[in-house]
């Protein structure tokens, strides 16, 4: 049982580069977000998604774009890097918000 | 707009005794909090929940309260562990969408 897996665990991009973050889930959860994490910040939200074709904005959502295609995956796009976005991304499931949500172990990026 | 705050950044406890973390929030819509560890280099886990129609949930040598009119809660860990050493984030939710989560405490366990 995998849990939350999400690719690359590390990356440098350089600022104007795109990519996407992978992230999956094997458990058939329904609910899934982007959280980044930033000194002193905590844990904020990206962007969230309540089922497949159902995306949402949280509250740091500038500069980056998902998608729901299926319920396992949920990709977040970073669609031109900035120095701002260097940050740790964790994704996240759960079969509902009011519960335990599973993290994944995290990619740390750094925009240079 | 932090909805959810925790303001105190860090706190060290001795072992064997009772560490109390709080955090305060402002969303009165605010149906459920959860609290998360975080060791380094690993993602959140989670803890122990609350729905907001209680005012008290425990789970072995964790309790967390619930003050609603205060809009406040906290988690006590009792008795603290080496083991307990972690950052320790609240969190809350509501229409069983979206979590929000407060910046962090760190709690230091000293043997």
């Known amino acids: 049982n995998a849990g939350v897996t999400q690719t690359p665990k590390f990356q440098v991009l350089k600022t104007g580069q795109s990519m996407t973050l992978q992230c999956a889930q094997d458990?058939?959860?329904?609910?899934m977000s982007w959280y980044r994490q930033d000194p002193g910040m905590g844990l904020r939200l990206i962007h969230y998604?309540?089922?497949?074709?159902?995306?949402d904005q949280g509250e740091v959502p500038n500069g980056y774009n998902v998608s729901r295609s299926t319920t396992e995956d949920f990709p977040l796009r970073l669609l031109s890097a900035a120095p701002s976005q260097t940050s740790v991304y964790f994704c996240?499931?759960?079969?509902?918000?009011?519960?335990?949500?599973?993290f994944g172990s995290g990619t740390r990026l750094t925009v240079v | 707009d932090q909805q959810v705050k925790q303001n105190s950044p860090s706190l060290s406890v001795q072992e064997g005794r009772i560490s109390i973390l709080n955090c305060d929030y402002t969303?009165?819509?605010?149906?459920?909090f959860l609290w998360y560890k975080k060791y380094p280099a690993e993602g959140p886990t989670f803890l122990i929940s609350?729905?907001?129609?209680?005012d008290k949930n425990e789970d072995g040598r964790f309790t967390v309260f619930l003050n609603k009119s205060a809009k406040h809660l906290s988690l006590h860990i009792v008795p603290s562990q080496p083991g307990d050493s972690a950052v320790y984030f609240c969190?809350?939710?509501?229409?069983?969408?979206?979590?929000?989560f407060g910046q962090g405490t760190r709690l230091t366990i000293n043997p």
């Open positions: 996240a499931s759960s079969y509902s918000a009011g519960h335990g949500y599973t």
């Open positions: 458990m058939n959860h329904e609910y």
């Open positions: 998604s309540v089922g497949a074709g159902i995306t």
């Open positions: 969303n009165s819509m605010f149906d459920y």
């Open positions: 609350i729905s907001s129609i209680k």
């Open positions: 969190a809350a939710s509501w229409g069983a969408q979206k979590l929000v």
